[in-house]
């Protein structure tokens, strides 16, 4: 009987009864996956960091320390064994967030998949794209009048560029307490792109620059789609040094896409590279969701503030189209600025549909890609000006 009752004192079950902070953190995950799985929100991302959450707040299965990655450092003595700390699958798993190394792969992936063409046939498209990184920087003035550090509100400002693996980059350098509510935050704004966006885009444009009909894009040859990720990385590296990790892998994997040399390669970063990454980032990052560190007033802010920050994007980008057509003789369609963030295509997308609903004869598709991938250099360029201020 004795060594019943201890086991039943051992069970998970036993331990909720006096925890009830895990309790709700499994329900919040238990939300988070029927979202993905049945409203299909962001799922190749959500999902995993859905089961992530669960994982790490079931009592007593001890998968995530928080204690090997206390004060923002890796404690590398605890991993062999100092102190009394066994190590589980997700300690090894975090690591390779903890390190920069999936957000990195990540991009990599992402460049593999992009057509930066239309950026190129109308580069104008580039300033759409700066302009909507507006709501990083307001959105940091703004955390940091709420009592938020420097660091802090630099990683909640990152949310508004639409762009999970930046905001994970840039979070477990500047903020990694705060990565399981801001890495939630991003990934569930980024699935929400389509019911945020379109009340600001209405609400900024007029009936008739929503009709606008933009000329078909120039055609782009292969010699400058092959030079464009080589001078991209120059520039950047150059200009902002600690953004070259995003920026050179997003490069790396556009080149590979682009020379027809490497098409194995090309494969790889597309498919699997990217899908094995995604699984060990999403559930590792959703391992950082413990009570302890969501169930606060922070969470909150953070998440009222990712709200603020995707908003003033997506205004920032339609606004500058609106100004930008004041000067010019082949009028912008405003609609297009929106896809400025850099949740791709799915920001493009947006556009092409409301801009159909204005004009059934309209396709912006194409047209808005190019700010859409603009957008995905310049959160990118934004997470290395943050990093080198707060480093």
């Known amino acids: 009987m004795e060594a019943v009752l201890n086991f039943l004192t051992q069970t998970g079950f036993s331990q909720l009864a006096d925890n009830w902070g895990a309790l709700v953190m499994i329900i919040i995950s238990l939300v988070l996956a029927y979202l993905a799985i049945v409203k299909r929100f962001e799922p190749m991302l959500l999902l995993p960091i859905a089961f992530g959450m669960m994982?790490?707040?079931?009592?007593?299965?001890?998968?995530?320390?928080?204690?090997?990655?206390?004060?923002?450092?890796?404690?590398?003595?605890?991993?062999?064994?100092?102190?009394?700390?066994?190590?589980?699958?997700?300690?090894?798993?975090?690591?390779?967030?903890?390190?920069?190394?999936?957000?990195?792969?990540?991009?990599?992936?992402?460049?593999?998949?992009?057509?930066?063409?239309p950026l190129l046939a109308n580069p104008k498209s580039m300033l759409l794209g700066a302009a909507a990184q507006i709501g990083i920087f307001m959105t940091y003035v703004a955390a940091t009048y709420l009592g938020f550090t420097g660091a802090e509100a630099g990683s909640i400002g990152i949310i508004g560029g639409a762009d999970g693996p930046t905001a994970i980059f840039v979070t477990t350098q500047l903020a990694p307490h705060l990565l399981g509510p801001?890495?939630?935050?991003?990934?569930?704004?980024?699935?929400?792109?389509?019911?945020?966006?379109?009340?600001?885009?209405?609400?900024?444009?007029?009936?008739?620059?929503?009709?606008?009909?933009?000329?078909?894009?120039?055609?782009?040859?292969?010699?400058?789609?092959?030079?464009?990720?080589?001078?991209?990385?120059?520039?950047?590296?150059?200009?902002?040094?600690?953004?070259?990790?995003?920026?050179?892998?997003?490069?790396?994997?556009?080149?590979?896409?682009?020379?027809?040399?490497?098409?194995?390669?090309?494969?790889?970063?597309?498919?699997?590279?990217?899908?094995?990454?995604?699984?060990?980032?999403?559930?590792?990052?959703?391992?950082?969701?413990?009570?302890?560190?969501?169930?606060?007033?922070?969470?909150?802010?953070?998440?009222?503030?990712?709200?603020?920050?995707?908003?003033?994007?997506?205004?920032?980008?339609?606004?500058?189209?609106?100004?930008?057509?004041?000067?010019?003789?082949?009028?912008?369609?405003?609609?297009?600025?929106s896809a400025g963030v850099s949740a791709v295509p799915m920001a493009a997308r947006v556009s092409q549909a409301e801009g159909q609903k204005a004009n059934p004869n309209n396709f912006l598709l194409m047209h808005a890609m190019g700010p859409n991938v603009a957008g995905v250099i310049g959160s990118a360029i934004a997470a290395g000006v943050l990093l080198a201020l707060f480093l």
Not at 111 to 116: C, E, K, P, Q, S
Not at 248 to 276: P, W
């Open 55 to 117: 994982l790490t707040n079931i009592p007593g299965a001890l998968m995530f320390n928080e204690v090997l990655f206390a004060d923002g450092h890796i404690h590398w003595d605890l991993f062999g064994g100092a102190g009394g700390v066994t190590p589980g699958l997700l300690d090894y798993l975090y690591l390779g967030v903890k390190l920069g190394i999936y957000p990195c792969l990540i991009f990599l992936g992402i460049g593999a998949m992009t057509d930066f063409g």
């Open 182 to 337: 801001i890495a939630v935050a991003a990934y569930s704004y980024m699935a929400l792109v389509p019911v945020i966006q379109p009340p600001i885009m209405r609400a900024l444009t007029t009936q008739r620059e929503r009709e606008i009909v933009m000329k078909p894009l120039r055609h782009v040859s292969k010699r400058e789609k092959i030079i464009f990720p080589i001078m991209v990385t120059l520039a950047v590296a150059l200009l902002v040094p600690t953004a070259t990790p995003l920026v050179g892998c997003l490069m790396l994997g556009n080149l590979f896409r682009e020379s027809g040399v490497v098409e194995r390669l090309n494969k790889t970063a597309q498919n699997e590279l990217i899908n094995i990454v995604t699984i060990f980032l999403g559930i590792s990052v959703g391992a950082t969701a413990t009570a302890e560190a969501f169930l606060t007033w922070s969470t909150i802010k953070i998440l009222v503030m990712g709200v603020v920050a995707f908003g003033l994007g997506t205004a920032g980008g339609v606004l500058l189209a609106k100004f930008m057509n004041l000067f010019l003789k082949n009028k912008i369609n405003p609609l297009i600025g």
